[in-house]
């Protein structure tokens, strides 16, 4: 038997990081196993369904190098196949035409809730003569679920799970506007996808008591069935935006890795002994669904930052001034910094990537840890700077930049050598003079490390900053 899983995402928003981790979850369990994975727009909510959802999901898969099999199949697309079987239920007695009104409809709901039934349709119209249909009244077909015994599901995260049919409605097929519902749709594409086995959020759990109903109605085998605990936020409760419950896109625009999301992603909620970092190769050799815990994963933006700020300092600094090429795209400032990437921008970006990337956790870090390179003379200087350019500090730098200008060859430990034995002849701590150094070259207090920043930025627009913050009447020393 080939595995064949499915990703089927509504595109009614953006491709959330639970929608995300279950199509992680689905493609390796099918690479694992030699087998495929498909992509099912689920799309029947016309309303709600957009273009712009679709895009995000395709495009949040891709950064995710999520790769599915096939073509994207499209379920609103399939809408007469699945009225078709609807059709076929009937003539196997195993659906009927229902003619009740909206109002007795809900009638019948308020009924039940009354009296406390989770049964809200009383089947009035089961095994009624169709020739006493109301003439005005358009008919839904419904399945005609069994009354007794149990549906149960034998699932491979949550167990043995048990429903009395006695608790399950009749539930709706074909809507009396001829358009199928979610549940039958899904089941005739999943049997039709040749899917052997559903992975999905266990917010679905009590769909597929209803879907299970179909499978057996029609005689068709039932898929491996397996429901993931959803993901709740660092406290406990229901993921919110202010604990994580953002799109892919957005997660791209904070800076962080594909990789190391994806790496984060297969740890909620899934474990493998104490390993924390997996490569592609390791995720998909060691994944199985009897490894997931029952219990609801707990998001955490720091544990996110820690493994990003790992994948970070292990990848090399082309790819990482790679991925930044790919980001600018997605940042407000993105176009403007794109346009300062000179070649010669980018060798100085790359000459200090080790250091940059020692202390980012985030591609933003990264950039921003970056922008004394590409920033605009005189330098805008941070609140933190500005305090350490005293009168004393800019006149001192107008005496140190004549040293500087005599340094040849301009290496870090040239210049190192030469603010040391400057500091030595004013009598100064090392520090009083490199801390003013770093905030005229950069525009802030922390930097990678200044030696490596002068000579990053070169002798004539290191010079030439320094002039810049610099009191150039300042006596020669």
Same mark, same amino acid.
């Given at each position: 038997m080939t595995v064949v899983t499915r990703f089927a995402p509504s595109p009614t928003g953006f491709l959330h990081i639970g929608g995300a981790r279950t199509a992680l979850f689905n493609w390796l369990y099918a690479r694992c196993r030699g087998g495929k994975m498909l992509l099912r727009i689920e799309d029947t909510d016309r309303e709600r369904s957009t273009q712009a959802a679709i895009d995000a999901i395709l495009d949040g898969l891709s950064w995710l190098d999520i790769k599915w099999d096939g073509e994207t199949i499209y379920q609103? @697309?399939?809408?007469?196949?699945?009225?078709?079987?609807?059709?076929?239920l009937l003539a196997m007695g195993h659906a009927y035409r229902c003619y009740a009104s909206p109002e007795e409809l809900?009638?019948?709901?308020e009924a039940a809730r009354? @009296?406390?039934?989770?049964?809200l349709y009383d089947g009035r119209w089961r095994d009624r003569d169709p020739a006493e249909a109301p003439p005005d009244v358009k008919p839904a077909i419904r399945l005609k679920a069994p009354l007794s015994g149990e549906t149960v599901i034998e699932d491979q995260v949550q167990g043995r799970v048990v429903w009395q049919n006695e608790n399950l409605d009749d539930l709706?097929?074909?809507?009396?506007d001829r358009t199928p519902t979610y549940m039958l749709a899904v089941v005739v594409d999943d049997h039709d996808m040749a899917v052997t086995h559903v992975i999905r959020g266990d917010d679905h759990l009590t769909n597929a008591a209803r879907q299970k109903q179909i499978y057996d109605a029609l005689g068709w085998p039932v898929p491996v069935m397996a429901h993931i605990p959803l993901i709740h936020g660092p406290d406990g409760s229901k993921l919110s935006k202010r604990h994580g419950a953002l799109g892919v896109d957005a997660y791209r625009a904070m800076g962080y890795l594909p990789a190391a999301l994806r790496n984060y992603l297969l740890r909620l909620g899934w474990s493998h002994g104490d390993q924390e970092i997996f490569s592609t190769e390791e995720m998909i050799a060691a994944f199985d669904l009897p490894q997931i815990g029952r219990s609801p994963a707990r998001f955490d933006f720091a544990k996110l930052e820690s493994l990003n700020g790992h994948y970070i300092r292990n990848s090399g600094d082309v790819a990482l001034l790679d991925s930044i090429d790919r980001l600018l795209p997605h940042l407000a400032d993105g176009g403007e910094i794109a346009r300062k990437m000179t070649p010669q921008i980018r060798e100085q970006?790359? @000459?200090a990537m080790p250091s940059l990337k020692e202390r980012a956790k985030t591609l933003i870090d990264l950039i921003d840890g970056a922008r004394f390179l590409f920033?605009?003379?005189?330098?805008k200087l941070d609140d933190k700077a500005s305090a350490l350019l005293t009168p004393e500090a800019r006149e001192l730098l107008g005496q140190l930049g004549a040293d500087l200008a005599r340094v040849?060859?301009?290496?870090?430990?040239?210049?190192?050598?030469?603010?040391?034995l400057f500091a030595e002849r004013k009598s100064a701590k090392l520090g009083t003079v490199a801390q003013p150094l770093r905030a005229a070259l950069t525009g802030r207090a922390t930097s990678p490390g200044i030696f490596e920043v002068l000579s990053v930025l070169g002798k004539t627009e290191s010079l030439a900053r320094v002039a810049d913050q610099a009191k150039l009447d300042a006596a020669s020393p």
């Open positions: 609103f @697309a399939r809408s007469a196949r699945h009225r078709e079987v609807a059709e076929q809900a009638q019948m709901r009354a @009296a406390g039934r989770s049964k709706v097929l074909i809507r009396s970006w790359l @000459a920033a605009d003379r005189p330098l040849e060859p301009w290496t870090a430990e040239a210049t190192e050598h030469a603010v040391r």
